[in-house]
């Protein structure tokens, strides 16, 4: 399975943006997918996960109420909906998708969003 993330950049304290994954290969063979973010200088950190449904999904608490994560299966898409977005969001966005019993075994690339004061 392959990961392509997308979508970050610079942006102001309070805009938004929409990071996308595009996913590859044998997909069929994950469950959930979620995005992780990583700070200059700190560990890579949970931000949000949905199930293969779409039914389910999780926030970190630094991020719930302004991020939405999202997908569709037909395109093989997951999205990051970021709003109301702080200079503390500012890291590396990685895609991550879970395969049962295995965890997160797939990772992108990473994509840098920057949010400026």
């Known amino acids: 399975v392959q990961l392509q993330a997308s979508g970050g950049g610079l942006v102001q304290a309070g805009g938004s943006l929409r990071l996308s994954c595009a996913a590859s290969?044998?997909?069929?063979?994950?469950?959930?997918m979620g995005w992780f973010r990583q700070a200059p200088g700190k560990e890579r950190e949970f931000v949000a996960r949905?199930?293969?449904?779409?039914?389910?999904?999780y926030y970190a608490d630094s991020v719930w109420g302004r991020f939405t994560i999202s997908r569709d299966n037909a395109k093989n898409m997951v999205y990051l909906r970021m709003n109301s977005l702080k200079p503390e969001d500012t890291a590396v966005y990685y895609c991550?998708?879970?395969?049962?019993?295995?965890?997160?075994?797939?990772w992108g690339q990473g994509t840098q969003v920057t949010v400026s004061s």
């Open positions: 949905i199930t293969w449904s779409g039914d389910n999904t």
């Open positions: 991550t998708a879970g395969v049962p019993g295995q965890g997160y075994k797939y």
């Open positions: 290969g044998r997909t069929s063979s994950t469950n959930g």
